[in-house]
């Protein structure tokens, strides 16, 4: 199994800032993805990052608003553009396993004032 | 599109008492199934998989069997713990695919 960390765990953040998430990976890995996770809601995919080209985005996700970074197979950043209040989530990355299964990071909770 | 749903939640259990979360499942391709747990303040687990039909998933307790027939993928336990108080969070992957569709989630709150 990926052991996953991310920093930072929590931030506040105050409006029309921009906070930006690290997610390492203790082993290689193809792809990483990550998450937003709204208050007492599921996970919804933001996007899916390849090493050496663009992000994915979901439905409803843009990069100017999320743009990822993915500059090796072991690391990747999400940033969270132009804050507002709607944004306060928790934020989570993931890395594909050899089963099929996904493995998470601890996420980094944000909070927007 | 491919979607799960979960039993609604909140569940709440005695210590030592079965545990049924229901989870079903509809998909256009072959999926491979999953249950995660998040514990509070923390990011998901995987706690057990499957990935072929009457395929059982079990880890800590909890088991899950491959349900092709009713699209389903129900999670038990036996006899809970305080300690499995968390959030459970059923999730398929198509063969197609590397995205994972996730449930709602339920949440178990488990009483000494």
């Known amino acids: 199994s990926a052991v996953i960390s991310q920093k930072p765990s929590r931030d506040i953040c105050q409006r029309g800032t921009s906070l930006t998430i690290q997610c390492q990976v203790d082993s290689q890995v193809t792809m990483m993805f990550w998450y937003r996770q709204q208050p007492g809601q599921s996970l919804t995919l933001i996007a899916t990052?390849?090493?050496?080209?663009?992000?994915?985005?979901e439905s409803g996700f843009v990069i100017d608003k999320f743009p990822i970074s993915r500059p090796n197979l072991t690391f990747s950043t999400l940033t969270v553009s132009n804050l507002s209040p709607e944004d306060s989530s928790i934020y989570l990355c993931s890395a594909g396993g050899q089963g099929y299964e996904q493995y998470f990071g601890p996420g980094t909770r944000l909070t927007v004032t | 599109g491919d979607s799960v749903t979960q039993m609604e939640g909140p569940v709440t259990l005695s210590e030592e008492a079965f545990l049924t979360i229901n989870c079903t499942y509809t998909a256009t391709g072959y999926p491979s199934l999953f249950w995660y747990v998040q514990y509070p303040g923390e990011g998901l687990q995987l706690l057990l998989k499957a990935t072929k039909a009457d395929d059982k998933g079990s880890n800590k307790g909890f088991e899950a069997t491959y349900r092709k027939e009713t699209t389903s993928f129900h999670l038990e336990k036996g006899s809970v713990q305080v300690s499995d108080s968390a959030v459970y969070f059923c999730a398929l992957r198509v063969d197609y695919g590397q995205n994972f569709v996730f449930g709602p989630g339920t949440r178990l709150s488990v009483l000494p």
């Open positions: 990052a390849n090493q050496g080209s663009e992000a994915t985005y």
